[in-house]
Antibody, heavy 120, light 108 residues
Framework: QVQLQESGAGLVKPSETLSLTCTVS????????WSWIRQPPGKGLEWIGY???????NYNPSLKSRVTISVDTSKNQFSLKLTSVTAADAAVYYC??????????????WGRGALVTVSS | DIQMTQSPSSLSASVGDRVTITCRAS??????LSWYQHKPGQAPKLLIY???TLQSGVPSRFSGSGSGTEFTLTISSVQPEDFATYFC??????????FGGGTKVEIK
């Protein structure tokens, strides 16, 4: 079955770079779109961006200047880098597969999430 | 950005109750609306897409309706395993996907 697993540093210092990786199993990453979504404590979900296996990306305009999503097809992984983090970036970060059913884009598989704390 | 507003933010229900959750969009999203269920410590689960299409494997007690700016998720007879947080998501603009704030369904 399809599984996604986030990994990476759970504690990041302010002004530094947050780095997370999502390892995908059960399906090849060379199809569909692969996304990052986050949820700050007590708040709703925020879409960060997605990448296609070709490397084409689309980012949330509010985060675009600080976000990079990349893909490693040889490892069936994709990654997130978020620069210049502040306390506002503390959240549970989810990776998810975004598939297209007809004209509808939907997140059909998600990871369990990785908690990232921002503190010196 | 299209803002998605859910109501209520939380509700209490007894097993067997009918539960309805509303999601409103700040502008029309046609039927580009999905619903997800999220339990603590678990991966969120897709329930419904295209406003009313049930994802494979999802029990038929879940249903979705609406179009334009107002949508509802209904659980016809809530079961113990349904106590969770539910959130909506629009994909009308894939350049800026947005989610609702979530509705927590708790046991009364």
């Amino acid at each position: 079955q399809v599984q996604l697993q986030e990994s990476g540093a759970g504690l990041v210092k302010p002004s530094e770079t947050l780095s997370l990786t999502c390892t995908v199993s059960g399906v090849s990453i060379t199809r569909d779109y692969w996304s990052w979504i986050r949820q700050p404590p007590g708040k709703g979900l925020e879409w960060i961006g997605y990448i296609y296996h070709s490397g084409s990306t689309n980012y949330n305009p509010s985060l675009k200047s600080r976000v990079t999503i990349s893909v490693d097809t040889s490892k069936n992984q994709f990654s997130l880098k978020l620069t210049s983090v502040t306390a506002a970036d503390a959240a549970v970060y989810y990776c998810a597969r975004m598939t297209v059913a007809g004209t509808f884009s939907l997140f059909d598989y998600w990871g369990r999430g990785a908690l990232v704390t921002v503190s010196s | 950005d299209i803002q998605m507003t859910q109501s209520p933010s939380s509700l209490s229900a007894s097993v067997g109750d009918r539960v309805t959750i509303t999601c409103r969009a700040s502008q029309s999203v046609a039927n580009y609306l999905s619903w997800y269920q999220h339990k603590p410590g678990q991966a969120p689960k897709l329930l419904i897409y295209a406003a009313s299409t049930l994802q494979s494997g999802v029990p038929s007690r879940f249903s979705g309706s609406g179009s334009g700016t107002e949508f509802t998720l209904t659980i016809s007879s809530v079961q113990p395993e349904d106590f969770a947080t539910y959130f909506c998501q629009q994909s009308y603009t894939t350049l800026s996907l947005t989610f609702g704030g979530g509705t927590k369904v708790e046991i009364k």
